[in-house]
């Protein structure tokens, strides 16, 4: 392990590399390949080839990186937070900082045992109770039965599932299944803890609980947290520390307001316009923000316009959702559409004198309620408003929000 007794953790050279198309890293005949490079003395030769992690070109290999060259250290007590866009490498980084996939190349030095929760269920067994599970999951963590017996009461009361900690857990909602794996990740005491977006699913009020019981973690008990999330005002409220991935490399590392800033400069340079092609049912083809250089005066309208593509005819009960953003990813309000048979563009306008000064994104989602989610497309789309209007440019001095609401006073 390292010298320096303060830190934790530490990554050191890591990358993975991925075979397009098949489960794991290369067929039989790779495998003899890098075995005899080894046995000679050589190098795997499968290290010189493959394509960066980046979504948007066409690669030449059959193999890409999903990391390269990773290196950073985390304290004891620091909170890290790991951003970037989807794709950009951030649960691969996870699942091996996890142990649950192994590096390409490179090492992980830790100190002290690491409790993850990447998703829903992970580590739960469908058929045991809630209250078997926990007891499992502390075994796995290599703690006594005792260990567990003396926080078990604690972990029922903070996952609020105590009607149900008796029952199968496959009978559990979602929500209920974060809820209780959460709190015996935090509550059976691994000195690091490893969340991903997983947090998402529970509803804000366990959000909240789970954020605060983070702070705890860190603050009071001196633990480490890895937290990676798309909410970008949890991450600048929770985390000391930053680091942003784009296409499986470190774009930047330091401070999270730091760090924060770099994001939203590189999501600002998308553009206004967005497109893709997919074989699901249902996607998000294009959005478009018409009529603009990404920036609007306040007393401009916003019209964007978003195209549906369908490989499938059932479009009974689907919804296209559109979120308006601000800048740290919080959404200021949604606006829904069902979708018809015949149409495939669909069109929205913001009214003008609705936004203030700053900057916004635009986030897409197709969806069946409560039945299933076919396309979600995050930050497709950024623009920026300026002021210019007499219901905004005395207030420039004070802090009005996101939104201006046009009210009426009855004295």
């Known amino acids: 392990m390292v010298e320096d007794r303060d830190i934790i953790l530490k990554a050191e050279n890591i990358s993975k590399q991925y075979r397009l198309g098949l489960v794991g890293t290369g067929t039989i005949s790779h495998d003899l390949n890098r075995w005899w490079s080894r046995v000679r003395g050589k190098e795997d030769p499968y290290l010189k080839v493959g394509d960066s992690n980046d979504r948007s070109t066409k690669g030449e290999s059959e193999y890409v990186w999903a990391l390269q060259n990773i290196n950073f250290e985390v304290k004891r007590g620091e909170v890290l937070g790991i951003i970037g866009k989807n794709g950009a490498g951030k649960s691969t980084l996870l699942k091996i900082l996890s142990k649950v996939t192994g590096p390409t190349t490179g090492e992980i030095k830790t100190r002290g045992r690491i409790a993850s929760l990447l998703e829903v269920g992970t580590g739960f067994h469908g058929e045991m109770t809630g209250r078997e599970n926990v007891f499992l999951n502390g075994a796995i963590l290599g703690m006594s039965k005792k260990e567990i017996t003396s926080k078990i009461d604690e972990i029922i009361a903070f996952s609020g599932c105590q009607r149900y900690i008796d029952t199968p857990v496959k009978r559990y909602s979602s929500g209920m299944t974060v809820r209780l794996a959460f709190a015996v990740a935090a509550f059976l005491e691994p000195e690091i803890l490893v969340i991903d977006e997983v947090l998402a699913v529970g509803d804000a009020e366990f959000q909240k609980k789970a954020i605060g019981k983070m702070q705890d973690i860190s ?10 999330s798309h909410n970008m005002a949890a991450v600048k409220n929770l985390c000391t520390r930053g680091i942003l991935l784009e296409n499986g490399e470190i774009k930047t590392s330091g401070t999270i307001e730091a760090v924060l800033n770099e994001y939203q400069r590189i999501s ?7 497109v893709k092609e997919s074989k699901k049912d249902f996607y998000i083809a294009s959005v478009k923000i018409e009529d603009s250089n990404n920036a609007f005066y306040s007393n401009q309208a916003i019209k964007i316009t978003i195209r549906v593509g369908k490989n499938n005819e059932d479009i009974k009960n689907k919804f296209l959702l559109i979120r308006v953003l601000d800048n740290i990813g919080q959404v200021l309000f949604s606006l829904e559409k069902a979708l018809k048979d015949k149409d495939d563009n669909y069109s929205l306008v913001i009214p003008k004198e609705t936004l203030v000064k700053g900057s916004y994104k635009i986030n897409c989602i197709i969806y069946h309620p409560a039945v299933a989610q076919y396309d979600n497309i995050e930050e497709c789309c950024g623009f920026d408003i300026l002021n210019n209007s007499n219901a905004f440019s005395h207030l420039e001095t004070f802090n009005i929000g996101k939104m201006y609401v046009s ?4 004295n």
Do not use: D
């Not at 603050?219 to 990676?228: D, I, N, P, S």
């Not at 600002?268 to 967005?274: A, M, P, T």
């Open 407 to 410: 009210s009426k006073w009855l």
């Open 268 to 274: 600002k340079s998308q553009g206004n316009y967005f």
């Open 219 to 228: 603050q009071g008990e001196g633990r480490t947290v890895l937290f990676v």
